[in-house]
């Protein structure tokens, strides 16, 4: 089993920043890929980046030039570091990894989601 921790959200003026870290944790054998999706009150989850084993990042078109994804391997990590930030990112963030566990089985696993509010 492969728990996920995301932290880091909060509250922000318009034109801020905000750094979001994702843990994973459990049998691990390997990490695939990583991602963050939001998710705003009525509107469906969408993506927002996500990043290979090898560092290839994709982001979503409303956020590319503002936020960067990055990983760390060794600590089973993400990050998300978002700048200038828009009252219309406002949405909770929630963590994504897939990869295989210790004993060769899939997984893909869910973080319980941070909430990031942008006042205008």
């Known amino acids: 089993q492969v728990q996920l921790v995301e932290s880091g959200g909060g509250l922000v003026q318009a034109g801020g920043s905000l750094r979001l870290s994702c843990a994973a944790s459990?049998?691990?054998?390997?990490?695939?890929?990583m991602g963050w999706y939001r998710q705003a009150p009525g509107k469906q989850r969408e993506l927002v980046a996500i990043?290979?084993?090898?560092?290839?990042?994709n982001y979503a078109d409303s956020v590319k030039g503002r936020f960067t994804i990055s990983r760390d391997n060794a600590k089973n990590t993400v990050y998300l570091q978002m700048n200038s930030l828009k009252p219309e990112d406002t949405a909770a963030y929630y963590c994504?990894?897939?990869?295989?566990?210790?004993?060769?089985?899939?997984?893909?696993?869910w973080g319980q989601g941070t909430q990031v509010t942008v006042s205008s």
């Open positions: 459990g049998s691990i054998l390997r990490i695939n890929v």
């Open positions: 994504n990894a897939d990869g295989r566990t210790t004993r060769w089985v899939p997984f893909g696993s």
């Open positions: 990043i290979s084993g090898d560092g290839n990042a």
